[in-house]
């Protein structure tokens, strides 16, 4: 099975920055973000294509880039001014195949990192 290890999280103040890190073990096609509130669902932050491809949330959008270095089988999520409604746990997940923004489609997941905005 894929394994996928994110690292980055923390707390920040509002207006901050942060850098969120996923390592997997395998390549796939298709890498996303995704972020869970206390009592909200699940929702996903942006996604990237085998081929750089990448699409946002509309409330992430201008904020925050995804990337990846295919060589070393990691995704980035580079995150600048953050707020306080962007406090949640962030997940990376991996789809074998084309990328699509549904949570359930993906594969495999890692166990999250927390952002804490203040």
């Known amino acids: 099975d894929v394994q996928l290890v994110e690292s980055g999280g923390g707390s920040v103040v509002g207006g901050g920055s942060l850098r969120l890190s996923c390592t997997t073990n395998?390549?796939?096609?298709?890498m996303g973000w995704f972020r869970q509130a206390p009592g909200k669902e699940r929702e996903g932050v942006a996604y990237?294509?085998?081929?750089?491809?990448?699409a946002y949330a509309d409330s992430v959008k201008g904020r925050f880039t995804i990337s990846r270095d295919n060589a070393k089988n990691t995704v980035f999520l580079q995150m600048n001014q953050l707020q306080p409604n962007d406090t949640a746990m962030y997940y990376c997940?991996?789809?074998?195949?084309?990328?699509?923004?549904?949570?359930?489609?993906?594969?495999?997941w890692g166990q999250g990192t927390q952002v804490t905005v203040s």
């Open positions: 997940a991996a789809r074998r195949w084309q990328c699509t923004v549904v949570p359930s489609d993906f594969d495999y």
């Open positions: 395998e390549y796939s096609a298709c």
């Open positions: 990237i294509s085998s081929r750089g491809v990448t």
